[in-house]
């Protein structure tokens, strides 16, 4: 596996595979890899000749400078959890990726309005931001993203369409651990205590399930948020039922196609995200 610092070097590297007739699939991130990112690498190598990762901690989408401050970082650990499915690993320092202060816009309408951009003011700009950077320099063929952020893989697919670039999209299934916690980097900075408490947020989802017969979308949204009032530890910020394809509200589940429950919750500072597809019974 290589490691490259410098944008020209990718650029170069990616030239040179291009015409090589080689396909590149791309997997961007921001560092303290798991088992989802690893699943997105995974089948990155099971669908292109050249698999590249990303890993850069974007200043840009952090609208809480605490955040950024303690996002966990261990390069070398990265390194050696992904060797054996990736190629090249990209790992530009800010200088690299904004020589000079970015202020690019980006307008993805509603998507851009509701759940975590409602929350977190800026963000997904940021994510524009950079991962727009990332394909002008990566140009991939492929790119793969987790269902986990699921808001954010859909405003990436609106990127994608806006830059007119040939980039496909794939959206991964969320990897959970055993108990039901969907893996993220930010886990790792629950204690072990409060660790223990957060598949509480998998497994309230896992209800709604079984509610979907006898209730609407809004009143199970009330039912969860009673079920959250219940847990001292959580401070829930949002339960949602939306439509998979646009994040508009849902009604009636008997209209709509596709559902996703999406959840965004505190457990002691800690914010976690999570979704379900719902499945019509
Ligand atoms: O999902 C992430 O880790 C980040 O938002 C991404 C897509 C790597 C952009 O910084």
Wanted: charged share 25%.
């Amino acid at each position: 596996m290589k490691i490259i610092e410098s944008k020209d070097l990718v650029c170069r590297k990616i030239e040179l595979l291009k015409k090589q007739n080689q396909t590149i699939g791309f997997v961007p991130t921001m560092g303290a890899l798991h088992k989802g990112h690893y699943e997105l690498l995974k089948q990155a190598k099971n669908e292109n000749k050249v698999v590249v990762c990303s890993i850069f901690v974007n200043p840009t989408q952090f609208n809480n400078p605490e955040d950024l401050k303690k996002y966990p970082r261990d390069l070398q650990k990265d390194f050696d959890y992904i060797a054996d499915v990736c190629d090249l690993v990209f790992v530009p320092s800010v200088e690299e990726m904004y020589p000079e202060n970015p202020t690019d816009s980006y307008d993805f309408g509603y998507l851009d309005t509701v759940m975590e951009a409602a929350f977190r003011p800026g963000h997904f700009n940021g994510v524009a931001m950079v991962v727009r950077r990332l394909f002008e320099i990566v140009k991939p063929d492929n790119t793969y993203f987790g269902k986990k952020d699921y808001q954010q893989a859909l405003i990436v697919k609106e990127l994608i369409k806006q830059m007119k670039v040939p980039i496909r999209m794939v959206m991964v299934d969320t990897v959970r651990e055993s108990d039901g916690l969907a893996f993220s980097s930010r886990n790792s900075l629950l204690s072990s205590d409060k660790r223990k408490q957060a598949p509480f947020i998998y497994q309230t989802m896992q209800k709604v399930q079984t509610l979907m017969n006898n209730m609407k979308p809004q009143e199970i949204e009330g039912w969860i948020q009673d079920q959250f009032k219940e847990q001292k530890d959580f401070d829930l910020e949002y339960a949602t039922i939306v439509q998979a394809d646009n994040l508009q509200p849902i009604h009636d589940f008997a209209t709509h196609t596709q559902a996703v429950l999406c959840v965004a919750a505190y457990l002691d500072n800690i914010r976690l995200i999570d979704n379900l597809e719902l499945n019509k019974i």
